[in-house]
Structures are given as structure tokens and as C-alpha cells.
């Protein structure tokens, strides 16, 4: 099973193209949660056009349907991480293609409003998912010269996901993005057969024979990928020895010490932040919202539609400039950078609708869309690809499960109350206030990640757990000290 590339030291194609084989199936499912973030926009349109009345879905009906899906996904926020930590990746991820293909099998048949929020319940597993599974898989299953561009795309898929849903609504019927979410769902339970288990869990179980073997398969044998191997080995026969020795009470004592250690409250912090600036940035509610944003702001259904079309390809696009530039520079930089623009364009956005309440300026539909292109290319090249990215790195390994409990419980409560209440923000404070509210928000969040953040490229998991760990942070300084000062004192002989 394994490459005999350990003769030569050197990296074949073979792993690489076994990785990008398995991250097709993550990046599919955040495509197809891109369908179910997307089709709220323009299914609702077409059903009250097709009924020629706004009483089947009201303002607050209308609000649901973007947020039922975070509030469903909200129980397999438990269920996920645990079936993770016993069942393994593998069958975790079939667990959520099946019920992704029932859900999209639902949307296709649904003949009722209330059969459609049943397909968004049923879709609450795709959706827990991209946070706890999909990171999980392409994190564990991707070297680290390669895991960050990974970790980047997924987020080009979940945009390319929303910029279908949002084009088949524009010119088609909206039953269409179900057919598609079916035949991806179909993609993946068929590619999952050739995937092996995660090396990370078949080390935590003590299986080391196991773990080398899949370990081998998916990163071959040069130098780097028998470090990041040496490691786990070491950690499965800790676990050999602890073995038997496991009771109720360790376990619940173990529990408050968790709560103290720093290797897990320190990323479960950093997290948060990662997901506030995701999230008070304000693009994921302006691409929900899009067609109502900019009919708003253009007073013109028709220019809305198509504005809403080229924003969704500039954030694709912008997705990609962004897994390239993290490519070149240190996530941390291009993050800060990024969301620092972004935080600008969402000041300037807000103090032109608000000059234009005031009637000291006329509206521009060119300045407008201007303003917004600005915003998405800024926001879509860095925090919206690089948050996420980052918080899948930096979750503990130790406290795996929990941690994913925890930060995906945050994410999923605060997203779906934010998709839930925007129409009344838009109605109360207006789009210049809601853009303001969005800006000071991301500059708090901006700052806290400017003072703590640490950098992760091309570091292993292992490496960036230990960093979160005190003591082993300083072993790890003493002996590259100790290294370095044998490798001069060689020199000097």
C-alpha cells in the first residue's frame, strides 16, 4: 500500500493526486452547502411569482428559510464530532452524504413551503458538516505542504456552490439546484470507497500498523511525511500504554482539567475570533441578501439580478487570487491585510448610503456596485477563505471532539441568528447602519486576531498543537537549540 519512494527520499505524484482525490469529496460538500445557502435568494422570488402572492411566504417566513439550516445542523453539533472520535472520518462522511441526498431529494419533491424547510431540516447534517467533517478530512488527510491550499478551495467551492444555485434561480427553475445536489451526493458516496482511514484516528485507536499504512498511502515516504509519521507512531504507542487504565472518574476529571489546559481553551479562543470575523463581516448576509440589498440600493429588479451575478463571480475569482497570494505570503499577514481593506470598504459603503439618506449626494448604481466589488474582492481573497482555513488548523488534537462541539455550537447559534434577524436589522437600522454595525464589529474582531493570532503555514498539526502547549513548546526550543548548537560546534571541527 504503501510508495517506494523511501529509497530515494523524493516525493512522487501518487500522493498528491490520492490527496486531491479525497478532497474532491469535502470540497463537493461545501459545494452543495453553497446550494443550500444560495437557493433561498432566488427560490423565493420564483415561488411568490409563481403564486403571485407575498402571503405564503411573509417577511418572517421569507427569514426562516436562509436560517433553518443552522438551527437544524445545531443537535449534529454533538452527534458529528462524537461519531467522529468513535466511527472514524470515513464513515462520518457517509453518514452525511446519505442524509445530503435525502435532503436534496426532499427539495426536489417539495410541493409546500413547509416541505421545503423540511429538506433545509434534513439539510442541517451537510451543513454541521463543513466545520466538523470536511475540515477534518482534508486537515488530517492532506500533507502540510499542500493542507493550506486545500483548506482554501473548499471555500472556493462553497462560493461556486452559491453562484450556481443563484444562476440556475436566475434563469431556470429552482427545483434544477436539488437535480444537481443529488448527482454530487451520488459523487461522493461513489469516490469514498477507495479512501482509507484517517491515520490521525487509527493512531489515537493504537492501530500503528494500520496508521503507517494509510499514512503511506496518502503522503509517501520522503523525509517530511516520515517526520509527521514518527510523531504519530509515538503518540499510538502512548496510547497502547494507557490503554485498560481508563475509568469514569479519570474521565471526569479529565474533563475540568481539559477545561484549564491551554493546548484547549487557547485554539477554541482563537477559533471564536476566526468565526466572528467571518461572520461580522458582513458578506455572508450580502450574499443571502443580495437581490433585496441591491434592489434597495438600485431601486431596479433587473440591474439587481445581474449585479448580484457578477458580485458572486467576483467573490469566486477573488477566492482564487486568495488561495494564491496565501500560497506566496504567511496566512497571518494576508488575513490582516485582507480583512483590513475589506473593514475600510464596509466604513466607506456605510458613510455613502449614509450621505445619500442625507441628500448631500446623489445615487449611483456604478458607485455603488463599485463600492460592493471593492468589498467582495477584499473580503473573499483573505478572511473568508483564511478563517475557517486557520480554525481547522489550529482545533487541538487532543480534545479533538470537543473542541469541534464547542466552536461549531458557536459558529452555527450566531450564524443562524444573524441570517434570521437581517431583514429586521435592514428595516431598523438601515443599510448604512447595518454596514457600520458590520465594520466596527470586524475591526474589534481584527485587532484581537492582530494581537494573538499565530501564524500555521506549513507547519504539521502535531507542531501547532504543541505550540499551544507550554511545555512542549519549550522542549521543542531547547532541543532546536541544542541541534543548532551540535551543527556549529560541526562546523567549527
Not at 127 to 139: D, E, K, P, Q, Y
Not at 179 to 189: F, P
Amino acid at each position: 500500500m504503501a510508495d517506494l519512494s523511501d529509497e530515494t527520499n523524493t516525493y512522487t505524484r501518487k500522493p498528491l493526486l490520492r490527496q486531491l482525490l479525497i478532497s474532491t469529496g469535502p470540497w463537493n460538500c461545501y459545494f452543495m452547502f453553497g446550494l443550500c445557502v444560495g437557493s433561498p435568494t432566488v427560490m423565493i422570488p420564483q415561488i411568490r411569482k409563481d403564486i403571485n402572492s407575498t402571503i405564503v411566504i411573509n417577511e418572517d417566513m421569507a427569514s426562516w428559510i436562509p436560517a433553518i439550516h443552522s438551527y437544524s445542523a445545531l443537535p449534529w453539533v454533538f452527534i458529528l464530532p462524537s461519531l467522529i472520535r468513535i466511527s472514524g472520518r470515513k464513515k462520518s462522511y457517509i453518514l452525511v452524504c446519505i442524509f445530503a441526498c435525502i435532503g436534496f431529494l426532499t427539495h426536489y419533491c417539495s410541493k409546500t413551503i413547509i416541505h421545503v424547510i423540511i429538506s433545509e431540516v434534513l439539510k442541517g447534517v451537510l451543513t454541521a458538516s463543513h466545520f466538523t467533517v470536511s475540515v477534518v478530512i482534508v486537515t488530517e488527510y492532506t500533507s502540510p505542504r499542500y493542507r493550506g491550499v486545500f483548506l482554501t478551495l473548499k471555500s472556493a467551492s462553497f462560493f461556486w456552490g452559491i453562484l450556481v444555485a443563484n444562476a440556475i434561480g436566475t434563469f431556470f427553475h429552482w427545483r434544477n439546484i436539488a437535480v444537481l445536489g443529488i448527482i454530487c451526493s451520488a459523487y461522493n458516496l461513489f469516490t469514498v470507497v477507495v479512501w482509507p482511514e484517517s491515520p490521525l484516528w487509527l493512531a489515537d485507536k493504537g492501530r500503528c500498523h494500520d496508521c503507517i499504512s494509510a499514512h503511506r498511502w496518502l503522503k509517501g515516504s520522503d523525509l517530511i511525511s516520515e517526520k509527521e509519521l514518527k510523531r504519530l507512531t509515538s503518540l499510538c504507542s502512548e496510547i497502547k500504554q494507557d490503554k485498560g487504565k481508563i475509568n469514569v472518574k479519570k474521565n471526569f476529571l479529565d474533563f475540568f482539567k481539559m477545561l484549564n489546559d491551554r493546548e484547549f481553551y487557547k485554539p477554541v479562543l482563537f477559533t471564536i475570533l476566526l468565526i466572528g470575523l467571518y461572520i461580522f463581516s458582513g458578506k455572508l448576509i450580502c450574499t443571502v441578501y443580495s437581490l433585496e440589498i441591491l434592489k434597495r440600493i438600485t431601486n431596479n429588479e433587473i440591474v439587481a439580478y445581474k449585479g448580484m451575478l457578477i458580485l458572486d463571480t467576483v467573490t469566486v475569482l477573488s477566492v482564487y487570487v486568495g488561495c494564491f497570494i496565501t500560497k506566496l505570503f504567511k496566512r497571518r499577514s494576508v488575513l490582516l491585510a485582507t480583512s483590513s481593506v475589506a473593514v475600510m470598504f464596509l466604513f466607506s459603503i456605510s458613510l455613502y448610503l449614509y450621505l445619500i439618506k442625507l441628500k448631500f449626494i446623489l445615487d449611483s448604481v456604478y458607485i455603488s456596485i463599485t463600492l460592493l466589488t471593492g468589498f467582495t474582492m477584499a473580503i473573499s481573497s483573505g478572511p473568508m477563505i483564511l478563517s475557517l482555513a486557520i480554525s481547522g488548523e489550529l482545533i487541538s488534537l487532543r480534545f479533538r471532539s470537543f473542541s469541534l462541539c464547542v466552536t461549531v455550537l458557536i459558529f452555527k447559534s450566531l450564524n443562524g441568528t444573524v441570517m434570521k434577524f437581517s431583514p429586521f436589522t435592514f428595516r431598523y437600522f438601515g443599510l448604512h447602519g447595518v454596514f457600520f454595525i458590520y465594520g466596527s464589529f470586524s475591526l474589534t474582531f481584527l485587532f484581537l486576531l492582530y494581537l494573538y493570532l499565530p501564524e500555521t503555514k506549513d507547519r504539521s498539526l502535531q507542531e501547532i498543537a504543541d505550540s499551544m502547549n507550554e511545555k512542549k513548546r519549550n522542549v521543542a526550543e531547547e532541543t532546536k537549540m541544542i541541534t543548532n548548537v551540535l551543527n556549529d560546534e560541526k562546523i567549527i571541527t
